[in-house]
């Protein structure tokens, strides 16, 4: 969420709902637990500044060589979860980390 409370442009949509989940151990309550609805980014207004990527606590956003998404229609810019899961395929290995990080 920090990803689209932070976007300039607003341009971050994203839906969920709360659904119960079965306990974790036998005679435990009912979890509660966050369903995602919606993830879409409207690339027509993004202007790539990178604040989403850098935001993200888990390292969920990640850059993509790839910039040619072109549409005859502008609404087809919206990219939802499935399109945007598509682009996955381009984004290149993480960079070891140097000696000594992540400790
Ligand atoms: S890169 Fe695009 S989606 Fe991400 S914060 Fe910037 S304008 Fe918003």
Avoid at 61 to 76: G, H, Q, R, T, V
Wanted: hydrophobic letters at 35%.
């Amino acid at each position: 969420m920090l990803c689209s409370r932070s976007c300039p442009d607003w341009c971050i949509y994203i839906e969920g709902h709360k659904q119960l989940a079965p306990p974790r151990r036998a005679g435990g309550k009912p979890r509660q637990v966050n369903h995602l609805d919606r993830f879409d980014i409207d690339y027509a207004l993004c202007m790539y500044c990178g604040i989403c990527v850098e935001v993200c606590p888990f390292d969920a956003l990640f850059w993509s060589p790839e910039y040619e998404y072109s549409e005859p229609k502008i609404a087809d810019l919206l990219h939802d979860k499935a399109k945007l899961g598509e682009w996955m395929e381009t984004v290149p290995e993480a960079p070891d980390l140097e000696a000594g990080a992540g400790k």
